[in-house]
């Protein structure tokens, strides 16, 4: 190994070993900087989805790193591989949304298709059943089906939101509601408690994509007359 690699795996150890380290206390357990971190761009990331606007996919690149190593700390391994896949996808988000527009305005909110409903449903069950057989035989994880849910359904809503499926909010609704206790039972209080907003939040995001679904629809319906 050269002097320049051992130079960076030194600087990637002393980053790692800093996000590692608690930033404050909360009910007498430390938060790590890597949870405060992946809360602020998870929440900002969230917030930036609902506008439709840009930036919240490359903030959302480096949400998955921060809490790619929290959730691998907190033996939630499931979750941690989550945001690899998130990674992924979010390159494949960003470039989506960067696509040259037709003149007609572009991709718009659209409602899933019930051959989409399908397909969706039928893909996460088969792979939340596998993803939590294989945490429950080659891990220590504490709750191998909630974590292998929240892995499965959230790469569906995050393909729903590549591609501006209006429903992907109610399928996020359902990853809160699952995450909040998981996460509390890991001692994760801040990211449950950002969980309890984000929930809220997609209620909202939901009603806000709702109208820009019917706002095609009523000027072509306004055209006709």
Same mark, same amino acid.
């Given at each position: ?14 980053? %790692? ?16 900087? +890597? ?71 572009? =991709? ?18 088969? +792979? ?26 959230? %790469? ?5 939101? +590549? ?19 998981? /996460?509390?039972?890991?001692?994760? /209080? ?10 809220? %939040?997609?209620?909202?995001? %939901? ?10 629809? =009523? ?7």
């Amino acid at each position: 190994m050269t002097c320049g690699s051992m130079r960076r795996v030194t600087s990637l150890g002393t980053i %790692l070993a800093w996000l590692d380290s608690p930033a404050f206390s909360m009910l007498n357990v430390p938060v790590s900087w +890597a949870e405060l971190l992946g809360d602020v761009t998870g929440g900002l990331c969230v917030w930036l989805l609902a506008r439709q606007n840009l930036l919240t996919w490359p903030l959302g690149l480096l949400n998955n790193v921060f809490w790619g190593l929290l959730f691998f700390r907190s033996k939630l391994y499931a979750d941690s591989v989550l945001q690899s896949l998130f990674f992924a996808f979010g390159v494949y988000g960003w470039w989506q949304w960067t696509r040259p527009r037709p003149a007609s305005g572009g =991709q718009q909110v659209r409602r899933t298709s019930s051959g989409e409903w399908w397909t969706f449903g039928a893909s996460a069950a088969v +792979a939340t059943l596998a993803a939590a057989l294989l945490l429950r035989r080659f891990t220590d994880s504490p709750a191998p089906l909630a974590d292998a849910s929240i892995l499965t359904l959230s %790469l569906v809503a995050t393909y729903g939101q +590549a591609h501006r499926l209006l429903e992907s909010w109610i399928v996020w609704i359902v990853v809160d509601v699952i995450s909040v206790p998981l /996460y509390i039972s890991r001692g994760l /209080y801040p990211t449950a408690g950002l969980y309890v907003i984000f929930g809220v %939040l997609c209620v909202m995001c %939901l009603a806000e994509w709702s109208r820009a679904a019917r706002a095609p629809r =009523q000027a072509a319906a306004v055209s006709l007359y």
